[in-house]
């Protein structure tokens, strides 16, 4: 099992860029891809990103693609999310999720969250 503590979440004005880290503790680190969701208030929880195991690998979301940008330190057991020319429509609790497969499939395991919310 793994655990994961979110952060850098907060409050920004659209157009502006926040940058999310996730720690992650317990198991290897680099045995899991990794990937984050999000969920808007009132909407399900969908995906934002994916990084595989090496970091070598990564798929986004459409609405986010060219404008986020995931990346991992795997000597530093954490996974980032680069967020760039942000909308309100950005706004949610943003979480953590890995998965033991070798590209991010699936989340198994999850943070807590961090919120994330975007002025017009």
């Known amino acids: 099992q793994v655990q994961l503590v979110e952060s850098g979440g907060g409050l920004v004005q659209a157009g502006g860029s926040l940058r999310l880290s996730c720690a992650a503790s317990?198991?290897?680190?680099?045995?899991?891809?990794m990937g984050w969701f999000r969920q808007a208030p009132g909407k399900e929880r969908e995906f934002v990103a994916g990084i595989s195991r090496s970091g070598g690998t990564t798929r986004y979301a459409d609405s986010v693609k060219g404008r986020f940008t995931i990346s991992r330190d795997n000597a530093k057991n954490t996974v980032f999310l680069q967020m760039n020319g942000l909308k309100p429509e950005d706004t949610g609790v943003y979480y953590c999720?890995?998965?033991?497969?070798?590209?991010?499939?699936?989340?198994?395991?999850w943070g807590q969250g961090t919120q994330v919310t975007v002025s017009s």
């Open positions: 317990g198991r290897t680190f680099s045995g899991y891809a």
């Open positions: 999720t890995a998965d033991p497969n070798v590209y991010f499939r699936e989340g198994v395991y």
